[in-house]
């Protein structure tokens, strides 16, 4: 497969992906509304999915930066950084970005911001230290890609959808055990009751959906970027071998935390160093195994 048609179907499938993502979420406020006969749920639940991603999508860089304890580097501080960011800003047509470091010597960086016009790149004072030149323009080539990509945009909504359907199922399950009971007093028969059985049931497994799909999208954007990166670079190896660097080197990063582990270019937890990984670990991983990124780059004909 060629870089472009790698990058295609990536998008692609990324995009049918939170398609049926949206659909799915719709499909649980329906069935929700009908099951507690309260039709004005379905109307909020789509209401407030649209604003909170918005809301969220405008102030997360800020808070992504607070929680990281990650501060602005100037030009003077690194000059080397700033030259190569500015290179492949120019060469991608992208506006420069803001550039932050995190004091943690696990090697990682992660990209953030509204938009391209508003975007900051965040790299640790490990990856600075332990990665050449090349290896450098690969990982933040990467994350210019997904700032290209929109990626900030699309994990912030899947976010938002993800938290939407875990509220929903938690608001059925008290409304079932401690809630009103109109739905056994209302009437309708059997169809009222098959409604009310299967809102039950996806209430326990709507949440585990949720998640796994939106580890399936953030693996493919992963996916997307490394193509992109390998594009934009003209030398898929550099950052090839500075994701083996970083998964090699086994010390967690004390910044991250679940609530942005899907933002680095590797997972800052190190989960796959240096282990055989099932497939059923596979589907809950944000990120896609090191080892299949390195190998798709390789394989990459540019």
């Known amino acids: 497969m060629t870089l472009y048609e790698h990058s295609d179907s990536n998008q692609a499938k990324t995009w049918w992906l939170l398609a049926g993502f949206f659909v799915f979420v719709i499909l649980i406020g329906y069935v929700f509304s009908v099951a507690m006969n309260e039709p004005l749920i379905l109307i909020i639940v789509v209401l407030f999915s649209v604003i909170s991603s918005f809301v969220s999508y405008w102030y997360s860089d800020k808070i992504v930066l607070a929680m990281s304890s990650a501060r602005e580097i100037t030009h003077d501080n690194n000059r080397e950084l700033f030259h190569i960011v500015e290179n492949l800003c120019i060469a991608s047509g992208l506006p420069q970005p803001k550039i932050y470091f995190i004091d943690d010597t696990?090697?990682?960086?992660?990209?953030?911001?509204?938009?391209?016009?508003?975007?900051?790149?965040?790299v640790t004072i490990g990856l600075l230290q332990k990665l050449d030149k090349a290896e450098l323009e690969g990982v933040i080539a990467h994350e210019l890609s997904h700032i290209?990509?929109?990626d900030i945009l699309l994990a912030t909504v899947v976010t938002i959808l993800v938290g939407m359907i875990v509220l929903l199922a938690d608001w059925f399950r008290h409304w079932s055990f401690f809630g009103n009971r109109r739905g056994s007093d209302r009437g309708g028969g059997?169809?009222?009751m098959l409604f009310t059985v299967v809102a039950g049931i996806l209430s326990l497994l709507a949440p585990?959906?949720?998640?796994l799909m939106q580890f399936a999208i953030s693996r493919k954007r992963e996916f997307l970027a490394d193509a992109s990166?390998?594009?934009l670079t003209r030398y898929p190896e550099g950052l090839a071998r500075a994701l083996e660097k970083i998964s090699a080197d086994h010390e967690p990063l004390e910044a991250a935390n679940r609530a942005t582990a899907h933002l680095y270019i590797a997972s800052p937890f190190k989960e796959d160093s240096g282990r055989k990984i099932s497939w059923f670990t596979k589907i809950f991983m944000t990120h896609p195994p090191v080892e299949?990124?390195?190998?798709?780059l390789r394989d990459l004909k540019i």
Do not use: Q
């Open 148 to 150: 290209g990509n929109r």
């Open 208 to 211: 585990l959906f949720a998640y």
């Open 229 to 231: 990166a390998a594009l």
């Open 106 to 122: 696990a090697p990682n960086a992660f990209a953030t911001g509204r938009n391209p016009e508003h975007a900051v790149i965040v």
């Open 190 to 192: 059997e169809l009222a």
């Open 292 to 296: 299949e990124r390195v190998r798709a």
